[in-house]
């Protein structure tokens, strides 16, 4: 079983920048699939940003590209999302997740694992 703590969340403002921390226990990230999903007030969970465990190989969601920056330290055994440029719209509660299937996968079926949240709030 894999526990997986975000952190990193606060409140900003527009334009500025925030990186999202993501501490995983009980098993190794190295050969596990993982992503960043958001849910926002009265919307469906959506997909943010995930990462295959080989190669590295990263997937975003339109919305977020060139803004965010998905990145994994196994030696850490952390998954982080670095997040720039941010707007209004990137209010949300962010959630770290992974799946043992290893590859990065936009459907949120795929995913076993799940964190807490933590709170994304952007000001205009």
């Known amino acids: 079983h894999v526990q997986l703590v975000e952190s990193g969340g606060g409140l900003v403002q527009a334009g500025d920048s925030l990186k999202l921390s993501c501490v995983a226990s009980g098993r190794t990230i190295s050969n596990l699939g993982m992503g960043w999903f958001r849910q926002a007030p009265g919307k469906e969970r959506e997909f943010v940003a995930a990462e295959d465990w080989i190669g590295g190989t990263t997937y975003y969601a339109d919305f977020v590209k060139g803004r965010f920056t998905i990145s994994r330290d196994n030696a850490k055994n952390t998954l982080y999302l670095q997040m720039d440029s941010l707007e209004s719209e990137d209010t949300a509660v962010y959630y770290c997740?992974?799946?043992?299937?290893?590859?990065?996968?936009?459907?949120?079926?795929?995913?076993?694992?799940w964190g807490q949240g933590t709170q994304v709030t952007v000001s205009s």
């Open positions: 997740t992974a799946h043992s299937g290893g590859d990065g996968s936009e459907d949120i079926r795929r995913y076993d694992y």
